[in-house]
């Protein structure tokens, strides 16, 4: 049975059209050649980073959505780590089926949402 996964990376910011469009060629095979099912890889620009990985400041983040199982994770990270264009890799395994992810949806969703109160605890406790 194929779980659903997301896998967001990172990768350098200086790194030209044609590298960039091989990279993403190169995640969809794998995907591909593990008998996974490939749904939807987004673009999500240069931003900056948190902290200096590398010396490197800025990264260019993609959002990567696939249904696959366990060797095809395993697979996928391992290229993802050989490979010095990639800064930082983290997949997670969805339980359910996702809307969109937050870096995604309109501004005024996500402030909508931020403004939402919190469900107080329930009674009796």
Do not use: C, H
């Amino acid at each position: 049975m194929n779980r659903m996964y997301e896998t967001i990376y990172i990768v350098r910011p200086d790194l030209a059209d044609e590298e960039l469009k091989g990279l993403s060629a190169k995640v969809e095979e794998i995907i591909a050649s593990m008998k996974g099912d490939f749904r939807r890889l987004e673009d999500w620009g240069i931003r900056k980073l948190a902290y200096p990985i590398k010396k490197v400041t800025r990264g260019r983040y993609y959002y990567l959505r696939f249904d696959g199982d366990a060797p095809l994770i395993a697979e996928l990270e391992r290229r993802l780590r050989l490979d010095d264009k990639v800064i930082r890799y983290q997949s997670v395994k969805l339980e359910k089926e996702v809307e969109a992810p937050a870096a995604a949806q309109p501004k005024a969703a996500v402030e909508e949402a931020a403004g939402e109160t919190v469900a107080s605890p329930a009674e009796g406790e």
